[in-house]
């Protein structure tokens, strides 16, 4: 077990399995914070494992999920959501006795599933996300201050390893993250407004702009305002991902559509009326929230 009492936290090894954005941006941080005294790497990718190892986050790469994973104090998984699960089956057997796995997915119940289906009881399972990102995706496009000053939320099943969830804990701290542990059913409702819905909106809006009559869709993008700016940055993230996102979480992301549409559908009608005070009110209200988000510091 790693050392996480009183001191920095440390582990002999960490396995960073898959070495996109977020699993670039943690190797970074795990190096500037002296975290890891090795830091081994795979992703499915050849070039990206070259490339990892030419910029300096791992220390060493393996095609081989096994012989990543072997004799690993540490697991990050650090892949879209829908390959947790066979990434869990292949490295189950070669896990070693006591070893921590988390995750980074956001969509916490089928992580939490997935990991408890296919990983033996003799290691530690701390399912997480750390609510950072940017649009872009692969190695290079990670760096460490991704998680300075966000939050990370871990969902730990009830009779996890007390240790392991604070050495998940300092590990996240020390890479400059808030933490919150939260049961999954309750973290998968709150992304699914704060984040999966969102993205859902902004797809769908740049989508319809890929729609319009060539003629009105080329001055869309000459004349692009914030707002539409804002949509086209969210909708260039990682559409496996995000495929991935809406397919694991659909419930929970349904329910907040499902009222979504329906406050929509107020706005319409007050559009239509021209009913200018409830137009004010609903954009009062929406405006408070913004300043709220400002003074937590999550702008």
């Not at 060493?60 to 990434?87: F, H, T, Y």
């Not at 000053?149 to 969830?165: F, N, Y």
């Not at 700016?229 to 694991?248: K, N, Q």
Request: charged fraction near 25%.
């Amino acid at each position: 077990m790693p050392r996480s009492t009183g001191a920095p936290v440390r582990f002999e090894r960490v396995a960073l399995i898959g070495l996109g954005l977020i699993g670039s941006s943690l190797g970074r941080a795990l190096k500037r914070q002296a975290m890891a005294g090795e830091i081994v790497g795979h992703d499915a990718k050849p070039a990206v494992r070259a490339k990892s190892l030419e910029i300096g986050f791992i220390d060493r790469a393996e095609a081989e999920i096994a012989k990543a994973v072997d004799g690993a104090d540490l697991v990050v998984v650090c892949v879209p959501m829908l390959a947790i699960g066979p990434v869990c089956e292949a490295m189950a057997p070669h896990l070693k006795d006591g070893a921590i796995v988390t995750d980074v997915g956001s969509c916490k119940t089928m992580a939490r599933d997935a990991m408890a289906k296919a990983l033996p009881k003799r290691v530690h399972c701390v399912p997480g996300h750390p609510v950072a990102g940017t649009e872009h995706s692969g190695p290079e496009a990670g760096f460490p201050e991704l998680f300075h000053q966000r939050w990370c939320i871990l969902t730990p099943p009830e009779g996890t390893d007390a240790k392991a969830v604070r050495a998940v804990r300092a590990l996240w701290r020390q890479a400059g993250m808030n933490v919150e542990i939260m049961e999954a059913e309750r973290h998968d409702l709150v992304l699914a407004i704060t984040s999966h819905l969102p993205h859902l909106i902004a797809y769908t809006i740049v989508d319809t702009a890929v729609d319009l009559e060539a003629d009105i869709k080329g001055d869309v993008i000459k004349f692009a305002a914030g707002g539409f700016r804002d949509f086209t940055r969210i909708a260039a993230s990682d559409p496996t991902m995000w495929r991935d996102v809406f397919l694991t979480n659909k419930e929970a992301v349904l329910e907040m559509l499902g009222r979504f549409n329906e406050d929509l559908s107020v706005m319409q009608r007050a559009i239509r009326k021209g009913d200018g005070p409830t137009l004010f009110d609903k954009f009062t209200r929406t405006r408070a929230v913004r300043r709220s988000i400002i003074q937590a510091k999550q702008a």
